[in-house]
Each structure stands twice: as C-alpha cells, then as structure tokens.
C-alpha cells in the first residue's frame, strides 16, 4: 500500500495499492507540503498539483513540460549549491519590500521574513550572502535547479 503524506503533520493525503506517481494522478491531490522525497514521479504531470512546500528531493522526477519559475518556486528544494543558493537568496531579496533586511540577517540580525512571504523554498546559508542582483536568467535557472536535483525535462538536454 502506498500513500502520499504531509510531511509536517503526517496526515495521509491519499493512498492505495497504486505506485506513487498513479496515485498522484488519479487522485489529483493537493500536494502542497507532501512528502515526495524518492518517489518515482517520471513523466507526470504535475500542471495541476498544488505543490506549495511539497517535498520532492531525492524524487526520480520528469516534468512532461518546461517548468516555470512559479512551480519551480513552489517545491521545497531542501539544501543546495552554496552557487544556486545565493543566486536564489539575491532573487528573494530582489523582491522583498525591505532587501538591506538580508545584509542585516547575513550579519546575525532577525530573519529577513518578518511579515512577507518567502518566494523560494530552500536551505538558505547565511554564510554565502553577498549582496547583489540576481545573475541568471530565468530559464538559465529553471535548468541549474533541475541539472542539480537530477530532475529531467522531456524532450530537453539537461
């Protein structure tokens, strides 16, 4: 028996004797905040997924389309390149009403987030902050994450 769970509250979102990736599907889940970690989810198509926080590290993962930034930004990445993690620490504080709120956090200051919402899901490393606009470009982006965490895209070179 398989089941896909939250994984802060441990609550099954759906379950049965299907793989993983078919439950997803079948079932059409919210998977915000599940836990994906390691499940086969090759040629899904996640479009429809709710998948705020989702777990998905470690996931043998195939997006049937070129993802964009928003689904990208909605997976919790888990702990990254100290590269990738400070070109998306530069694109929070690109957005974040207060940006000189990370020089002061980097320095042992309160966490940046006070009343706003993170846009990336990851591991920050305070250590590797360095002020500065973000580098890449969006689809430049889309492929490091997916080259670092082994995702694939079909019908791209990776």
């Known amino acids: 028996m398989n089941k896909i769970v939250n994984r802060f509250t441990d609550k099954i979102i ?3 004797k299907e793989s993983v990736k078919e439950l997803a599907e079948k079932f059409r889940a919210n998977l915000s905040v599940a836990d994906l970690s390691r499940a086969n989810l090759s ?6 997924a709710g998948l705020y926080g989702a777990n998905l590290s470690g996931a043998n993962l195939e997006f049937s389309r ?5 689904l990208l930004s909605s997976i919790y990445l888990g702990t ?5 993690a400070l ?3 530069r694109r929070d504080a690109d957005g974040h009403p207060y940006p000189e709120r990370f020089d002061e956090w980097a320095k042992g200051g309160d966490c940046p987030y006070q009343n706003e919402e993170r846009f990336w899901l990851f591991n920050e490393k305070k250590i590797v902050w360095k002020p500065g606009k973000p580098q890449m470009s969006d ?9 670092e965490t082994g995702w694939k895209i079909r019908n791209y070179k990776i």
Do not use: H, Q, T, Y
Not at 43 to 48: D, E, K
Not at 80 to 84: A, E, F, T, V
């Open 14 to 16: 759906c379950k049965g």
């Open 43 to 48: 040629g899904v198509n996640l479009s429809w």
């Open 66 to 70: 070129f993802p964009s930034i928003g």
């Open 80 to 84: 990254i390149s100290d590269n990738l």
């Open 87 to 89: 070109e998306l620490m």
């Open 139 to 147: 689809k430049d982006l889309i492929i490091a994450i997916c080259r």
